[in-house]
């Protein structure tokens, strides 16, 4: 199996800035494409970043100059700066990975159970 553990959510005031990391682990051969993805009270879930696994990367266009995604392959981990961040920033960020599992040779998204992020003076 594979788990994805997010960390990093919080309170913060408007124009301040969070960072948050999603760790995968468990039977990983590789990870195709990493991405955040946010859900606000009465929305639906929305992309916010992605990046492949070489590093391309991809923003929605309300995040594109403050929000940052990045990624450590040799740690299977992702990462997402956000700067100048907005009341209506404010969801709950879940990670995703494209993952080829070990043993099997399938290939799976995989979701993390969610990061709280609250903009908020």
């Known amino acids: 199996q594979v788990q994805l553990v997010e960390s990093g959510g919080g309170l913060v005031q408007p124009g301040g800035s969070l960072s948050l990391t999603c760790a995968a682990s468990?039977?990983?051969?590789?990870?195709?494409?990493m991405a955040w993805y946010r859900q606000a009270p009465g929305k639906e879930r929305e992309l916010v970043a992605s990046?492949?696994?070489?590093?391309?990367?991809n923003y929605a266009d309300s995040v594109k100059g403050r929000f940052t995604i990045s990624r450590d392959n040799a740690k299977n981990t992702v990462y997402l700066k956000m700067n100048s961040l907005k009341p209506e920033d404010t969801a709950a960020y879940y990670c995703?990975?494209?993952?080829?599992?070990?043993?099997?040779?399938?290939?799976?998204?995989?979701w993390g159970k969610g990061a709280l992020v609250t903009v908020s003076s």
């Open positions: 995703k990975a494209n993952v080829i599992r070990a043993g099997l040779y399938s290939v799976m998204d995989f």
């Open positions: 468990g039977s990983i051969l590789s990870i195709n494409s």
């Open positions: 990046i492949t696994r070489g590093g391309i990367t």
